[in-house]
């Protein structure tokens, strides 16, 4: 079943004190299925960044439209765009955005308070996907007293709080030292087996190769949509090095 339908997607920037326009995206097309996982890729400036952003309700397209579970995204009213957000999406970045003041427990529930759910339910949420996380242990610490690898499962844990749709990774293990890059795309990879729908931008074979499918994008288009099928991690990762070589030749 197709969660997330992206058709004909286009964004123009318009540059304020001339009449100069950006075509930052153009013509973008694809389809994502529930409980798929979809790595994004491309060099700086290619267009991801925009495309996450459109996606998540953060701009607005200048032509064509994103569905997600059959809802048209530009047809949220502005003062709707927070509680889908926070409601439909679940968030990944690569800085971890946490709230220092707060511990594990209250980074977590954020969402859900915000949502003024009950404190039962709340509860009843968190105790599994704390256990599931290897976050039992660190309820009660704060950001400051966390690993760089455990600050990124707390912010997996407060993206999967929700129950979302999907969840949306910009550059997940971008802070992240190599043995807790592998941890948490293992993560990742161990959540998208259990049903979750995970869209991540990446600049990182590795990090792509624990996807399912790599979609490669070239100033502002799509170049290549890269299947996994049947290959091991490893023979796929060099499959994504050989595709990234490609695409960064002008002309191929």
Do not use: W
């Amino acid at each position: 079943m197709t969660l997330l339908d992206v058709c004909s997607l286009k964004k123009i920037y318009s540059h304020r004190f001339s009449s100069q326009k950006t075509v930052a995206l153009e013509n973008i097309t694809f389809q994502v299925s529930s409980g798929e996982f979809i790595a994004i890729m491309g060099e700086s400036g290619s267009g991801k960044t925009t495309l996450l952003n459109l996606i998540s309700t953060l701009d607005t397209p200048s032509a064509g439209e994103i569905r997600l579970n059959g809802q048209n995204l530009s047809a949220i009213k502005d003062k709707e765009k927070s509680a889908f957000r926070r409601e439909r999406m679940g968030f990944v970045f690569q800085d971890f955005n946490l709230l220092d003041t707060f511990n594990v427990k209250d980074n977590v529930l954020l969402p859900l308070v915000l949502s003024r759910t009950s404190i039962q339910e709340m509860e009843e949420r968190l105790k599994p996907i704390l256990q599931e996380l290897g976050l039992s242990s660190l309820v009660l610490k704060y950001p400051y007293e966390l690993s760089g690898g455990q600050k990124q499962r707390v912010a997996v844990a407060r993206a999967l709080i929700t129950h979302p749709d999907i969840i949306l990774a910009d550059e997940p293990t971008g802070a992240l030292d190599s043995k807790s890059s592998s941890e948490l795309l293992d993560l990742l990879e161990r959540l998208n087996q259990r049903g979750e729908t995970i869209l991540m931008v990446t600049h990182s074979a590795l990090a792509a190769s624990h996807a399912a499918r790599v979609i490669f994008i070239r100033d502002g288009v799509i170049l290549q949509d890269l299947a996994r099928g049947a290959m091991d991690r490893g023979t796929f990762r060099d499959y994504i090095n050989s595709a990234l070589a490609r695409s960064t030749q002008r002309g191929a």
